[in-house]
């Protein structure tokens, strides 16, 4: 079970997501923290753009996980790098610009960590 916390309800207490992940996507996250930090980003962007509903489509966070956690890295670095709001998002969060901008999205946020 994967659970992330994103977004607020009108009170200000944080909305908590729950999602059923696979043993491989347990195993990706333990061991490669540059595409924990990428699942992390792109699953808490999903779920705060529900903007109030309690749960974003399972299915379409089911997707993003096995594109981020099981596809190839120079996939996961082109796909990612059509986004150019994430790749600021990533930049200001301390993944690193000059290998953001060499379009190494992956590589960039293991160096943060």
């Known amino acids: 079970m994967l659970r ?5 309800d009108r009170d200000h207490l ?3 997501f729950r999602f059923v992940i696979t043993p491989q996507h347990l195993d990706v ?3 490669d923290v540059g595409r924990y930090l990428l699942a992390d980003y792109v699953v ?3 779920c705060e753009r529900t903007h109030g509903e309690r749960t974003p489509n399972k299915k379409k966070v089911r997707r993003l996980l096995d594109r981020v956690l099981l596809g ?4 996961v670095d082109a796909w990612f790098r059509s986004d150019e709001t994430g790749m600021r998002d ?3 969060a301390g993944a690193d610009p000059a290998l953001l901008q ?4 992956l590589a960039a946020l293991r160096h943060q960590a």
Not at 102 to 105: C, Q, T
């Open 44 to 46: 808490r962007r999903l």
């Open 102 to 105: 060499e379009g190494r999205v």
């Open 14 to 16: 944080p909305f908590t």
């Open 29 to 31: 996250l333990r061991d």
């Open 72 to 75: 190839p890295e120079p996939e």
């Open 90 to 92: 990533l930049a200001a």
């Open 4 to 8: 992330i916390g994103a977004g607020a």
